[in-house]
């Protein structure tokens, strides 16, 4: 059984800083892409980062400059480091990524979504 625990998450002043992380566990034979999407109140689920598997990544434009994302292949986990936060930042951030089971098997999978507020 695969799956996605992330931590991570809080409360911060806007300008200040968060890191989220999310941790695959279970029997994994590899990890493409992995991702981070969030969630606003009243809006749809949008894309954050991504990262594939040869390292090339991927921002919405409206995080671009202020957020980084970046994996640790040999503990099977990503990061989101989220810098000059501002108040429209704040949403339920998901982390997202396709893993391989078996060299001919991938799956997508989601880690539950943590709270991330950015107010004064």
């Known amino acids: 059984q695969v799956q996605l625990v992330r931590s991570g998450g809080g409360l911060v002043q806007p300008g200040g800083s968060l890191r989220l992380s999310c941790a695959a566990s279970?029997?994994?034979?590899?990890?493409?892409?992995m991702g981070w999407y969030r969630q606003a109140p009243g809006k749809q689920r949008e894309l954050v980062a991504s990262?594939?598997?040869?390292?090339?990544?991927n921002y919405a434009d409206s995080v671009k400059d202020r957020f980084a994302i970046s994996r640790d292949n040999a503990k099977n986990t990503m990061y989101l480091q989220m810098n000059s936060l501002k108040p429209e930042d704040t949403a339920i951030y998901y982390c997202?990524?396709?893993?391989?089971?078996?060299?001919?098997?991938?799956?997508?999978?989601w880690g539950q979504g943590t709270q991330v507020t950015v107010s004064s």
């Open positions: 279970g029997t994994i034979f590899r990890i493409y892409a």
């Open positions: 990262l594939n598997s040869g390292g090339a990544t």
């Open positions: 997202n990524a396709e893993i391989g089971l078996t060299p001919l098997t991938k799956k997508n999978y």
